[in-house]
């Protein structure tokens, strides 16, 4: 027998067992044929499989979109990752937007109030951008890859497995319908007993290549516990990389606050008025710190109707202070966060500011770094 002999009798045998297969699915789809259920724990093992690769895969894109929110970066980085390229380096949102603020900067003069503000949040900004490429960079290794290795890796195993298994059980069901038309036509005296001995021996054969095949797909099925757990370690670790960023970010942006906050109400105006003519001074310490204020806990916000009430009034107030301020003159008074001052107000002063004693120490101090005490 030649090779080409051997190939054509091979291809014959294939041709042979498709169609037998094609023939007992559909008369099991038109419920002429019997068909062979797999074990519940088999089942509940495929059913737990194909739940863990639709939410894996939900997760991973969506954790795609939140660290690259640019659908056209995303297909540039697929595009070289499949073509094993390095993607270009580029300036990510944050990046750009301080390098535009620190270019406004120089442009308007470092020595101005706003030209150097611009410069100080231009280079805070470029500091989160580095701080967004790490994340993104360890969320991207420690989180998104092993997520991406059991879709492409492991839950193709377990496809291409139990297709096999199918395969084996459309063979076995086959085979029981042939063993199960030859003994009816024994009992007719249609055909020989060797005809039934032969399909009962296909039908042991069968039976045992079927029940191998579910053994080895429920040992891979079996092992989606363990992708659980690795899967929790990895969503750990992202996390703690997203707290880490966070952490970061918030501590960059308190820094920033300090910075601004320390700028002296008289550096604050505009430098192209004359001294002659009164400007109401727009304190930027009074606007970060009720941002922030607002963010950490809406309850250390300012009542404004308390500060109204003191300004209107001879009076005296205990205040708590919520953040540290660092006095940029000799007419300010530093604070500490959480201590408890006295404050009020004296005539033609600052709508921002009030007055604070500690002790024997007084002076200016921002309102919005405080918290009006009953």
């Given at each position: 027998?030649n090779i080409?002999?051997?190939?054509?009798?091979?291809?014959?045998?294939d041709?042979?067992?498709?169609?037998s297969?094609?023939?007992?699915?559909?008369?099991?789809?038109?419920?002429q044929a019997?068909?062979?259920?797999?074990d519940a724990?088999?089942?509940?093992?495929?059913?737990?499989?194909?739940c863990?690769?639709?939410w894996?895969e939900?997760?991973?894109k969506?954790t795609?979109v939140?660290l690259q929110?640019?659908?056209?970066?995303?297909?540039?980085?697929f595009?070289?990752?499949?073509?094993?390229?390095?993607?270009?380096?580029r300036?990510?949102?944050?990046?750009?937007?301080g390098?535009?603020?620190?270019d406004?900067?120089n442009?308007?003069?470092?020595?101005?109030?706003?030209?150097?503000a611009?410069?100080?949040?231009?280079?805070?900004q470029?500091?989160?951008?580095?701080?967004?490429?790490?994340l993104?960079?360890?969320s991207?290794?420690n989180?998104l890859t092993p997520?991406?290795?059991?879709?492409?890796?492991d839950?193709?195993?377990i496809?291409?497995?139990?297709?096999?298994?199918?395969?084996?059980r459309?063979?076995?069901?086959?085979?029981?319908t042939?063993?199960?038309?030859?003994k009816?036509?024994e009992?007719r005296?249609a055909?020989w007993?060797?005809?039934?001995?032969k399909?009962?021996?296909?039908?042991?054969?069968?039976?045992s290549?079927f029940?191998?095949q579910?053994?080895?797909t429920?040992l891979l099925?079996?092992?989606?516990?363990?992708?659980?757990?690795?899967?929790?370690?990895?969503?750990n670790?992202?996390?703690?990389?997203?707290?880490?960023?966070?952490?970061?970010c918030?501590q960059y942006m308190?820094?920033?606050?300090k910075?601004?906050?320390s700028?002296p109400?008289?550096?604050?105006?505009?430098?192209?008025?004359?001294s002659?003519?009164?400007?109401?001074?727009?304190?930027?310490?009074?606007?970060?710190?009720?941002?922030?204020?607002?963010?950490?806990?809406v309850?250390?916000s300012?009542?404004?109707s308390?500060?109204s009430e003191?300004?209107?009034?001879?009076?005296?107030?205990?205040?708590?202070v919520l953040y540290?301020y660092?006095a940029?003159?000799?007419?300010e008074?530093s604070?500490?966060a959480?201590?408890?001052?006295?404050?009020?107000?004296?005539?033609?002063?600052d709508?921002?500011?009030?007055?604070g004693?500690?002790?024997n120490q007084?002076g200016?101090v921002?309102?919005?770094y405080?918290?009006l005490l009953?």
């Amino acid at each position: 027998m030649n090779i080409m002999d051997f190939n054509v009798k091979k291809l014959a045998a294939d041709a042979g067992t498709f169609l037998s297969r094609a023939v007992q699915f559909t008369e099991e789809k038109l419920g002429q044929a019997e068909k062979t259920e797999l074990d519940a724990h088999l089942e509940n093992l495929l059913s737990k499989a194909e739940c863990t690769k639709l939410w894996t895969e939900k997760i991973m894109k969506q954790t795609e979109v939140l660290l690259q929110p640019n659908p056209n970066a995303r297909i540039e980085e697929f595009v070289y990752e499949k073509l094993d390229r390095k993607a270009p380096s580029r300036m990510n949102n944050p990046e750009l937007l301080g390098q535009y603020m620190i270019d406004a900067g120089n442009e308007f003069g470092p020595g101005t109030a706003y030209g150097n503000a611009l410069i100080k949040c231009g280079e805070t900004q470029k500091r989160i951008g580095t701080a967004d490429r790490e994340l993104i960079q360890t969320s991207a290794i420690n989180f998104l890859t092993p997520l991406r290795n059991f879709i492409e890796g492991d839950y193709k195993t377990i496809t291409k497995e139990r297709k096999l298994l199918q395969n084996k059980r459309l063979d076995l069901d086959a085979a029981k319908t042939r063993l199960k038309k030859a003994k009816v036509a024994e009992a007719r005296a249609a055909i020989w007993a060797e005809e039934v001995t032969k399909s009962e021996q296909e039908v042991r054969i069968t039976q045992s290549e079927f029940d191998r095949q579910a053994e080895i797909t429920r040992l891979l099925l079996e092992g989606i516990s363990s992708t659980h757990a690795h899967h929790l370690r990895c969503l750990n670790d992202f996390v703690e990389a997203q707290m880490t960023y966070y952490a970061q970010c918030y501590q960059y942006m308190l820094d920033l606050q300090k910075q601004l906050g320390s700028f002296p109400s008289t550096f604050l105006s505009n430098n192209n008025q004359s001294s002659s003519t009164p400007v109401q001074s727009v304190s930027t310490p009074s606007v970060l710190a009720s941002a922030s204020a607002s963010l950490t806990s809406v309850s250390n916000s300012i009542v404004t109707s308390g500060i109204s009430e003191l300004k209107s009034s001879s009076g005296s107030r205990k205040a708590r202070v919520l953040y540290d301020y660092d006095a940029a003159n000799s007419s300010e008074l530093s604070l500490l966060a959480d201590e408890v001052i006295t404050v009020y107000s004296i005539p033609g002063m600052d709508s921002d500011w009030l007055m604070g004693e500690r002790g024997n120490q007084k002076g200016k101090v921002p309102i919005t770094y405080l918290e009006l005490l009953n």
